[in-house]
Nanobody, 125 residues
Framework: QVHLVESGGGLVQAGDSLRLSCAGS????????MGWVRQAPGKEREFVSSINWNGDATYADSVKGRFTISRDNYKDMLYLHMNSLIPEDTAVYYCAASDLWGPSRTYGQSDFDSWGRGTQVTVSS
């Protein structure tokens, strides 16, 4: 069973930076995609970013140029570096993993089947 644990959330001011981490366990992530999604109060869960085994990344337009996703394939770790945070980034951020194998595959939100419990990010204006 896949186990994903997020950390690194918190309360920051607009313009600040934050790094989220996700530790994966329970199965091999070799060749599989991972990513981040978020859910703001009163809104549906939305895609933030994904990364395949080869390191190719995809971003939502709302975070492109500000967020960077990365992974450590040897440690089964996933990261999200968030710069120039704005109040609209306030949400619970969830780490996600896919069971669709493909080192060069592009992953979207619908490709994820395992989720962490989330970490709260709050950006004050």
């Amino acid at each position: 069973q896949v186990h994903l644990v997020e950390s690194g959330g918190g309360l920051v001011q607009a313009g600040d930076s934050l790094r989220l981490s996700c530790a994966g366990s329970g199965r091999s992530f070799s060749g599989y995609g991972m990513g981040w999604v978020r859910q703001a109060p009163g809104k549906e869960r939305e895609f933030v970013s994904s990364i395949n085994w080869n390191g190719d990344a995809t971003y939502a337009d709302s975070v492109k140029g500000r967020f960077t996703i990365s992974r450590d394939n040897y440690k089964d770790m996933l990261y999200l570096h968030m710069n120039s945070l704005i109040p609209e980034d306030t949400a619970v951020y969830y780490c996600a993993a896919s069971d669709l194998w493909g080192p060069s595959r592009t992953y979207g939100q619908s490709d994820f089947d395992s989720w962490g419990r989330g970490t709260q990010v709050t950006v004050s204006s």
